[in-house]
Structures are given as structure tokens and as C-alpha cells.
């Protein structure tokens, strides 16, 4: 170990850009789309892999008042940047210590079941959240217990289901809208809140009063027709290690997946698995220079991925290259969902 502290590092030689101007022109389009009804944001999962820290002020400063965090190890660092009335946390109370750490914080419990409504009771109530399971059969109460007495001990705030096929076309939809209507006529809330991001492009009926985008918020498109609305946020580019010319015969990467035709030009790039570039992005993948696509070669490895640099005959190392992140389209080439992508960001990218 050195004593003193090393000098700050070099650029590192891959990055990831977060367009915060198209990050707050996404929130503020689902608001609009979200009519009457005001759209909160989902920042669980350090902004689904965009960091909480550069997200979380762009979406507060846009004028959004309403967050949603998955769990409690996610509060500290959302209350950095915005009051704690406005951090509702999604997995709930778990256990007496978690109930003790929102009174102790301020940050909102969804409540989920009546197990934690009695958690919440005990540990001192106050205003909290419920969710209703109106068939995703997750978490949350089912409609059944809608009128059991420990409910009725409950200060709620946001009265809360959430859609399990929004990003289709599918019967579910109006049927959960339905059931959330029900239970909303037994228990007393304050607001009522159902749409996700897909949701809000089911049109009004489900915006109620609140809506909660997470998705669409960093670029993804759940459904076709917020296209239109949407931006794209993330853009990451990866440097050129090292270029070099390879034999007809001679074979890429790990297990030699691919072998060279003819003599080619090959470049290294300082991207891999382990920054979120799973192996599913490699066949039939690329990477950008200028207008050249240069398609990937053999399997990815965790820090590095081969390209054939063929439409690119003067680049060298050193230079960069755009790894494609429009997510609906990177979606359907690698299998991943649009949630993967973003979630599966490396903590190497991340951290630049
Ligand atoms: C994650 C989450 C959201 C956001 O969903 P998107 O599909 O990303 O818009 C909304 N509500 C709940 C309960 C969630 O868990």
C-alpha cells in the first residue's frame, strides 16, 4: 500500500454520455402524455444503470416531485438530491429495522401485504403507500383483503397497482384498470397511481392520478407509439486498442468462433462483457465509426470485443468508436430486453 494518494487518473478509454437535456424533454413529454395526471419517476437501480447522481437532479430540476426507489439501500443516496416525502420505496418494509429506517428517514413505504401493513403499525405508521396486486401476482394486497381491519390503520398517500402487459395489447389491461377501480372504492387514499412507462401510452383512463415512467424516461420505447415522444439518453463509445492485420486461416477470440476468409484488418476495442456488452451483442452486431459499420468479431471478452475495421481503413488506436444504444433497436439484434441494456451498464462506464 502507498501512503500518499495517486495522482487523479488518465481519461478513461471508454465512456458513457448521458444527454440530460433529452433526459428532461423524456420527462416532461410523459407528464404532458400523462393528461391531468402528474408522471413521477422510477429511479430504482441508480436510474436503471444511468447513475442516480447525474439523473436524479435533471428529472428534480424538470419538476419532478414523486421518485421510486426499490430498496432501502437506495434511499441515502436519492435524499442527496430531493426531499425524503418524495422517495417511495417500492419493496416496503421487510422487517422491523426497515420500518424503523423510513420513520428514521422520512422516505415512504409501499406497503405490499398485510404482514407489512401491521410492520408499519408497529414501528409507529404515519403516511405510507399501498400497492395492490390486481394480477401480476408479485407483491402487493390482493383485492380479497381490501377490507381487512388493519388497512384501515393505514395514512395512505399513493393507492398503487401495476400493469403486468402494458407493453401490449392485451385484455389484462382494461381488467386490471377495473380491479384497481374497485379496491380504490374501499380503501381511502389520496391519490391513485397504475401506469408505467407503456402505460401512459395506454391512454388517459390509466394515468389516474399519478404515473410512473422509468423506462421511457432514459430512452427506452416500450411501445411504438412513444417513439414519437421519446429520446434517446445514453450514448456510449469504446476506444481502438489496437489495430492489426490477420492471415486467411487465422481465427478471433476465445474458442476461434470466427476465421478469417482472407487476409483482414482487424481492430481490438476497449469494451467487454463486464461493462454491459453481453455476448448476445456480438453476433450480427457492430460498432460505428463516422458512417462505417464494423461488425463484430467471434465472441466478446470481458474487457475487449473485436472488430472487422475493413470500412475503416485509416482508423488507429486511440480512436473511438459508437457503440449503437437506440434501444428498441439494439433490443430486438441481442435478445436482451430494453431494461437489460440499461441495467446491465458496467460500473467501469458508469464511474465515467
Ligand atoms: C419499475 C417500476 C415502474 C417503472 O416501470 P417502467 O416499465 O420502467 O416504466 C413503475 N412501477 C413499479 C411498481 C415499478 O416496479
Not at 84 to 107: C, E, F, N, S
Amino acid at each position: 500500500m502507498i501512503e500518499t494518494a495517486p495522482p487523479p487518473p488518465p481519461p478513461p478509454a471508454l465512456r458513457l454520455r448521458v444527454d440530460k437535456a433529452a433526459l428532461a424533454a423524456n420527462w416532461q413529454a410523459l407528464d404532458a402524455l400523462s393528461g391531468s395526471a402528474r408522471a413521477g419517476a422510477a429511479i430504482k437501480a441508480d436510474c436503471y444503470g444511468l447513475g442516480l447522481d447525474t439523473c436524479l437532479p435533471v428529472l428534480r430540476d424538470a419538476g419532478c416531485a414523486q421518485f421510486f426507489v426499490a430498496h432501502w439501500s437506495e434511499v441515502a443516496a436519492a435524499l442527496r438530491h430531493v426531499p425524503a416525502h418524495q422517495i417511495a420505496v417500492l419493496h416496503g418494509p421487510l422487517t422491523g429495522d426497515d420500518a424503523a429506517y423510513a420513520k428514521a428517514t422520512g422516505a415512504v413505504p409501499v406497503i405490499n401485504s398485510l404482514q407489512q401493513a401491521r410492520i408499519w403499525a408497529e414501528a409507529g405508521g404515519g403516511l405510507c403507500h399501498l400497492m395492490v396486486d390486481t394480477g401480476i401476482n408479485r407483491i402487493g394486497i390482493s383485492p380479497h383483503e381490501a377490507s381487512d381491519p388493519v388497512l384501515a390503520m393505514l395514512d395512505i398517500d399513493l393507492l398503487m397497482s401495476h400493469l403486468a402487459s402494458a407493453d401490449a395489447d392485451s385484455v389484462q389491461n382494461p381488467r386490471q384498470l377495473s380491479a384497481l377501480r374497485v379496491v380504490a372504492q374501499q380503501i381511502p387514499h389520496q391519490r391513485l397511481s397504475l401506469a408505467n412507462s407503456a402505460g401512459i401510452a395506454l391512454g388517459a383512463d390509466y394515468a389516474c392520478d399519478l404515473t410512473r415512467p422509468g423506462l421511457a424516461l432514459y430512452g427506452g420505447v416500450p411501445r411504438a407509439e412513444l417513439a414519437g415522444a421519446l429520446q434517446q439518453v445514453a450514448r456510449i463509445e469504446a476506444a481502438v486498442l489496437q489495430r492489426r492485420r490477420i492471415a486467411a486461416g487465422a481465427s478471433v477470440g476465445y474458442n476461434a468462433t470466427f476465421i478469417a476468409r482472407h487476409d483482414m484488418d482487424v481492430a481490438a476495442v476497449s469494451l467487454g462483457y463486464a461493462d454491459g456488452f453481453l455476448r448476445s451483442r456480438g453476433p450480427g452486431g457492430a460498432l460505428i465509426r463516422g458512417d462505417a459499420r464494423l461488425p463484430i468479431l467471434g465472441k466478446v471478452s470481458m474487457d475487449m470485443v473485436v472488430v472487422d475495421c475493413t470500412a475503416a481503413p485509416g482508423l488507429v488506436a486511440g480512436d473511438w468508436l459508437e457503440v449503437p444504444f437506440y434501444l428498441p433497436d439494439v433490443a430486438q439484434q441481442s435478445t436482451l430486453s430494453q431494461y437489460e441494456l440499461l441495467t446491465t451498464i458496467g460500473p467501469r462506464l458508469r464511474r465515467c
